[in-house]
């Protein structure tokens, strides 16, 4: 073999192992949207939505994390606990999108998104009311 | 329709069309054409930036029939900010990458040579497909349907987040980023067409880096935006809208190694090709991301499908097709010339720079396309921040090995001071690692990272003292870029890897140890109503120095919408943040007595005599907005005399805020300014700890519903209205309430008096509890509900609720040196970027004959 085909083989392997490793990744870390029977009944990690229970968030000093519970169109409610800084527009949002796994009877999130009520739609409305 | 804007964007439209046709008319000979062609594109560009001009005025004057104008605007912006608010929308946005790209294409005319009329068919339509999009989602568009009795006075106002100066600043550089992309694409696309290979590489390198140049920093601003302003303490949180303008930087930057390779070894064009077409077609795959609406559920960000998805689809499909078709089609034809290189030499390090920067690319790309990517599998999911950090870390390994070694490679083998220098730097690596180690570095992936970083920096950083040594000044300006890159990922690594936190919460004046940091909350500042208010939090460090910190949380009047601003301290090895994460603002204790005193006037409240000796306003005199007023009480009891003055404060319009000051002797016992009366000059004190008179228990109440309270029941029946007239200026209400559970069951029915003598009440006493009495707080006559207050002589002091701020205070180490890096990176940039330039005009004043000129086109 020459220098040229050593060389060749060594970029195909490192191609092949980077691309299975990037793969490898990427089906561990994906988090599907489930309903929230769904996420009660795996240990892996998936996305819930709902919207919030009003009233029910609270930052637990002693476990240093955010509660709170969402609830879903059927009304099935789902606690969360979230170790992370409370969104800005947190209680102004249509729906909370919570990302983790569920563990001791709460959803662990590692990641919150807050879907707040557009500006467009909220004009939207109003041109319609009007 | 707003119609001058609307007029200016067809002018343009119209122009930039007219500019394409010339131009292609140029092409097949008509040579005339050419100067017609310039002179439309001149006139096209002319009114982007008059449609950008009248889009200004129209929200500075605040003609709110814009639906532009009324979605992100409003009377109370600073000027500043309504300029910014230009580009605060989607549709502001597109035109402000207009803008930039029209005025682009003036210095690509000028320098674009025998590709003019190639490159600027391609250019003119890059920017078509941006006016497109204008003319479909104009931002002259009035609000639908509106009389002109429906104008609305005052817009919606500026998302508050964006009411900051680095996000002023961020949307011009990132755009300008954005528009030099289609400047190497242009070039590529021509250089296939007209069968030119080779010089469109140097023509469009120093529009390559200022991709570079300008992405990165506007990447990073917003890094430094989101790090200063957000407070969830980081500046990357791999969300599709930073992954979008990621992607274009890192192919960008291969764009840009690639071209300087093609230019050494006159090797490698199909590579370039690829590069530049897809350094484009990823911007505009990104914009189609982020503002299509297909990633609204993935996103912190809130993405609106404005009706524009088709439109961007199409420009998506029309670049792939212009840039991938005239690939294909050229592809047999470009000239390849294979050679073996030895492994150390700059070419192959250069080789694998740009596959490992293509890995990252392609890994960020794949991530996050996963809601579209699984969409066609299963049910759209996204993939966390773990996938992009597991998988870059080991490319970000190599990539910084290749970027350390490469300085003391040239193109065919190695310098003669490879070996010195590289030990050199690598020594140098092993001590900051081994001091690393020393001070806590762990995990052999982060350490190892580190190493290659400040090897990187370290051998880069002799690379340009050498340059500069040799009085090459110019050519310093890579390594230099590099030096900042090597700082920059040092910085990353130690900050994200071993960064420190801890969540507390602080009552008003109590002191909490936090990693080896003594936090004091020390109450609300709020100088003037209109200014926001910030919390104080004293924090001492471990060495004894004191600093206040102010993290600020308050809720924007005009979206009702939380704000939390953390508060970062710099110091040289860390960064200290202290990030707000709840607020509580505390009751004033209740079950006190209520003292209502004249000047001079003494009342006594449990063992105490407090006399009303006048009114403190000193703080009055040094700002003029800041309203504080203070009561000068003299208190004696238990054998000593003190002098206490307790304040308010104005928080906003009608609003104030107290704080209950503690009396010495008495534990519990405070005393707090509740409200002044400014046309008697008395004062309103409310004084706990004492128990006695106060309000021991509270209930809001329903028709039928109970409070309880020791043995009782109290049940409210109804509103006793019988004595109520509002037109005879009677506003005397009663509750009904039964009394069941005691030895002595009935009905009581406390009073409330309205009307000109002002507000009394008309306490009942309670049957069976001596001393207790029942008073009605609000009522609600629409809900039907009374509040209902227990008082009680015999209660035990309630002491209220102070203030509690909780935080989040984390330690970041060497975050400085991530920003202090790109600071060195930009320099480097911006020299290389003028070196490129500069070569390049030379380049054509040198060889203004033969190659350069329109005979050659069909060679």
């Known amino acids: 073999m020459n220098r040229r085909m050593v060389w060749t083989v060594i970029g195909i392997v490192a191609i092949v192992g980077f691309v299975a490793f990037g793969a490898g990744a990427f089906k561990a870390n994906l988090t599907p949207y489930v309903s929230f029977q769904q996420a009660r009944a795996t240990s892996d990690a998936v996305q819930v939505a709902g919207k919030l229970v009003e009233g029910s968030d609270f930052f637990d000093e002693k476990a240093s994390v955010l509660r709170f519970a969402i609830q879903d169109d059927h009304g099935d409610v789902m606690k969360i606990t979230y170790k992370g800084l409370k969104p800005g527009n947190f209680h102004e949002a249509t729906q909370v999108v919570a990302i983790g796994r569920f563990h001791g009877g709460a959803l662990e999130a590692e990641k919150l998104l807050v879907k707040c009520p557009s500006k467009y739609q909220g004009l939207d409305q109003k041109a319609s009311t009007s | ?71 992100y605007s409003d009377l109370s912006l600073p000027i500043r900010y309504l300029v910014s608010t230009l580009w605060a929308g989607q549709e502001g946005s597109f035109l402000l990458w207009l803008m930039w790209g029209m005025v682009v294409g003036l210095p690509l005319i000028r320098y674009a040579q025998h590709y003019e009329d190639r490159t600027m068919v391609v250019y003119n339509l890059a920017q078509i497909s941006l006016l497109l999009i204008l003319l479909k989602q104009s931002p002259f568009r009035f609000i639908a349907d509106l009389t002109p009795g429906q104008i609305p006075t005052d817009g919606e106002g500026l998302n508050p987040l964006l009411q900051n100066p680095w996000m002023t600043i961020h949307p011009p550089i990132m755009f300008l980023g954005y528009a030099a992309t289609a400047v190497p694409f242009a070039f590529a696309v021509a250089a296939l067409w007209g069968r030119r290979y080779d010089e469109w590489t140097k023509a469009s390198l120093p529009w390559a880096l200022v991709t570079v140049v300008t992405l990165g920093c506007a990447i990073l601003l917003g890094g430094y935006w989101a790090y200063v302003t957000l407070g969830w303490g980081g500046y990357w949180g791999w969300d599709p809208v930073e992954n979008a303008s990621l992607v274009p930087w890192i192919a960008s930057a291969a764009l840009v190694h690639g071209m300087i390779l093609q230019r050494a070894r006159g090797r490698f064009r199909k590579l370039n090709f690829s590069l530049a077409v897809l350094a484009y077609v990823l911007v505009v795959y990104g914009t189609f991301l982020t503002r299509s609406g297909v990633l ?186 590099h030096v900042g890159l090597g700082l920059m990922l040092s910085g990353i690594v130690i900050s994200s890897a071993y960064d420190r936190s801890q969540k507390v919460t602080l009552a008003l004046n109590e002191s909490r140890q936090v990693m080896g940091y003594t936090l004091t909350f020390k109450g609300v500042d709020k100088p003037t109503p209109n200014e926001r208010q910030a919390m104080l939090v004293e924090v001492r460090e471990a060495g004894g120095r004191t600093y206040v910190a102010r993290p600020r949380m308050f809720r924007n009047e005009k979206t009702n919408q939380m704000v939390a601003n953390p508060d970062v301290h710099v110091r040289l090895t860390h960064d200290v943040y202290v990030s707000p994460i709840e607020f509580d603002p505390g009751r004033l204790p209740e079950n006190g007595d209520t003292l209502d005193l004249g000047k001079g006037q003494t009342a006594k409240a449990g063992p105490l005599e407090i006399t009303f000796d006048g009114f403190e306003m000193a703080a009055n005199h040094a700002d003029t907005g800041k309203l504080t007023i203070g009561a000068k009480l003299t208190i004696k009891g238990a054998g000593r005399t003190q002098t206490l003055t307790p304040a308010m404060h104005a928080t906003g319009p009608g609003e104030f805020s107290a704080e209950p000051v503690a009396i010495a002797g008495f534990d519990g016992a405070s005393v707090a300014l509740g409200g002044v009366n400014a046309n008697s000059g008395h004062v309103h004190l409310t004084v706990a700890g004492f128990g006695g008179g106060g309000i021991a228990k509270r209930a809001v109440l329903r028709k039928g519903e109970t409070l309880a309270y020791k043995n009782l029941s109290l049940t409210f029946d109804d509103f006793d209205l019988s004595d109520f007239d509002p037109e005879a200026n009677k506003i005397n209400i009663g509750a009904v309430l039964k009394v069941t559970g005691g030895a002595k069951p009935g009905e009581i029915t406390p009073r409330f008096h309205g009307g000109e003598g002002g507000p009394s009440y ?41 203030m509690r701020f909780s935080v989040d205070v984390t330690v970041k180490p060497m975050i400085g040196l991530l920003w202090s890096g790109l600071v060195v990176l930009l320099t480097g940039g911006i020299m290389a970027v003028v070196r490129r330039g500069d070569e390049f005009s030379t380049a054509v004043a040198s060889q203004a004959g033969p190659s350069f000129s329109e005979t050659e086109v069909k060679s």
Request: glycine share 10%.
């Open chain 2, 1 to 71: 329709m707003f119609l001058p804007g609307a007029i200016t964007l067809w002018v343009a439209f119209l122009s930039l069309v007219a500019s394409t046709y010339f131009y292609v008319r140029s092409l097949r000979g008509h040579a005339e054409a050419r100067m017609w062609a310039r002179q439309a594109y001149g006139l096209s560009t002319a009114a982007v930036l008059i449609a950008g001009c009248v889009l200004v005025y129209l929200i500075v004057t605040h003609d709110f029939r814009v639906h532009y104008v009324y979605s």
């Open chain 2, 296 to 481: 609204a559920d993935f996103s912190v960000h809130s993405f609106v499908d404005l009706g524009i998805t088709g439109w961007l689809v199409g420009n998506l499909v029309g670049a792939m097709v212009i840039g991938f078709g005239a690939l294909i089609w050229r592809w047999r034809e470009i000239p390849s010339e294979p050679g073996d290189e030895p492994f150390f030499s700059r070419t192959v390090f250069f080789v694998v720079a740009i596959a490992a920067l293509l890995g990252t690319a392609a890994t960020v790309l794949v991530g996050t396309s996963a809601p579209l990517i699984t969409r066609l599998a299963t049910k759209p999911s996204q993939v966390g921040p773990s996938f992009y950090n597991s998988v870059t870390l080991p490319i970000g390994i190599v990539l910084a090995a290749l970027l350390g070694t490469v300085p003391f490679l040239h193109w065919k083998g190695t310098t003669k001071e490879f070996r010195n220098r590289l030990l050199a730097a690598g020594a140098f690596a092993a001590v900051c690692g081994v001091v690393a180690l020393a001070v806590g570095a762990h995990g052999f992936l982060y350490v190892a990272f580190l190493l290659v970083s400040i090897f990187a920096f370290s051998s880069n950083l002799l690379k340009t003292w050498d340059e500069i040594r040799q009085r090459r000044f110019r050519a310093a300006g890579g390594y230099l870029a």
């Open chain 2, 762 to 802: 008309e306490d009942a006493d309670v049957p069976g509890l001596p001393g207790v009495k029942v008073r009605t707080g609000k009522m609600d006559p629409n809900q039907k509900t009374v509040e209902i207050q227990v008082l009680d002589a015999t209660a035990p002091p309630d002491p209220g609720e102070p």
